[in-house]
């Protein structure tokens, strides 16, 4: 019973998390100001770790098999807490250089 109330959770904000994650890559590409920096690498790192999380929530869900879906529960919660610890660096990251950015000096969390 408590697996069907985690996995809906999981997977639907795992599934938000990745589009916000999306839309800032998007938009560090676009600028012309950013080629890549840390924060396109830590974003890109959570995009994955999240995709996966949607996807073995996703697999919970649909399991037949209690144990397997107990499993990839699990597996999906801890992937979705290291996702959102990458997240919250990324926004530090952002935080941290968008003064610079206007500027135009964002060399500071190159490579």
Known sequence: MWRQ???????????????????????????????????DEFTGAASVLLM???????????????????????????TFIGALAIVFASIVLISFTLPDIAKGQARAVYR
């Open 52 to 78: 996966f999380a949607c996807m073995l929530s996703f697999l919970s869900l649909r399991s037949k098999n209690e144990a397997r879906a107990e499993s990839m529960e699990r597996t999906s919660d801890i």
């Open 5 to 39: 109330m985690r996995s809906p959770h999981i997977l639907g904000t795992a599934s938000i998390l990745l589009g916000l994650c999306l839309i800032v890559q998007t938009s560090l590409r676009i600028s012309a100001r950013l080629e890549a920096s840390l924060i």
